[in-house]
């Protein structure tokens, strides 16, 4: 499967991981398989790297599907890292569709993971 789930539960961060051709159905099952995991904790901050991905494939309409299926809490923060420009632009709507559904401080795009896990431990929103 081209999607990785690791649960960090001393940092308290779920990272999906993306490689290669991605499809919707692709996030779909990173999802469900996330959600059985038994370390999966809702509260847990969420990273959704696209580091790896080369392509995606997923209409505006699906990914705001997927950005209206809340599985985190109201508390967790959300971040998505796609560095080069077709990803990161999907990364962007993606990461606007989710702040239109949740408070927009809560979720953000980043093109680097660096930038990324430091705007988790310290410059998102607190709890």
């Not at 779909?28 to 999966?40: A, K």
């Not at 990273?47 to 508390?75: C, E, P, Y």
């Not at 632009?89 to 809560?106: I, L, Q």
């Amino acid at each position: 499967m081209p999607v990785k789930r690791e649960i960090d539960k001393s940092s308290r961060l779920i990272t999906l991981s993306f490689a290669g051709e991605i499809s919707f159905r692709d996030i779909q099952q990173g999802r469900e398989s996330m959600l059985n995991d038994p370390d999966f904790d809702p509260s847990f901050d969420l990273l959704w790297d696209a580091t790896l991905m080369t392509s995606i494939h997923l209409s505006g309409n699906q990914a705001f599907l997927l950005a209206q299926l809340r599985v985190m809490s109201k508390t967790s923060r959300v971040v998505f890292v796609g560095p080069w420009r077709p990803v990161y632009g999907v990364v962007e709507a993606f990461e606007t569709y989710c702040s239109m559904v949740d408070d927009p401080g809560h979720t953000q795009a980043f093109r680097d993971r660096k930038e990324a896990l430091e705007w988790l431990k310290g410059s998102g929103p607190s709890r």
